[in-house]
Nanobody
């Protein structure tokens, strides 16, 4: 069973940057795409998709992070990254990585990102 582990979260001031990493414990076969989601602290807040990268390298972002967040991957290291620039207080959330394969998906436990002055 492959496990995912995020790292790189923390406290940053508005306007700052963070780089999140998500490493898989092994190769994910039949991989379709890799994603980053986030879930904010408000009660009942839904998990939001913030970045996607497909196995062909295509990327996609919602308008809320487009131009500020960049997803990338290192196939050899089984790792996906999320570079977050120009962070805003509303980016505060637990960030989760997600690897989707044919027939299933894997999730990491999440890493906290707090944007505050």
């Amino acid at each position: 069973q492959v496990q995912l582990m995020e790292s790189g979260g923390g406290l940053v001031q508005p306007g700052g940057s963070l780089r999140l990493s998500c490493k898989a414990s092994g190769t994910v076969f039949n991989l379709l795409e890799q994603n980053w989601y986030r879930q904010g602290p408000a009660p009942g807040e839904q998990r939001e998709l913030v970045a996607t990268i497909t196995t062909t390298g295509n990327t996609n972002y919602p308008d809320s992070v487009k131009g500020r967040f960049t997803i990338s991957r290192d196939v050899a290291k089984n790792t996906v990254y999320l570079q977050m620039n120009s962070l805003k207080t509303e980016d505060t959330a637990v960030y989760y990585c997600n690897f989707v394969r044919i027939g299933g998906a894997y999730w990491g436990p999440g890493t906290q990102v707090t944007v505050s002055s």
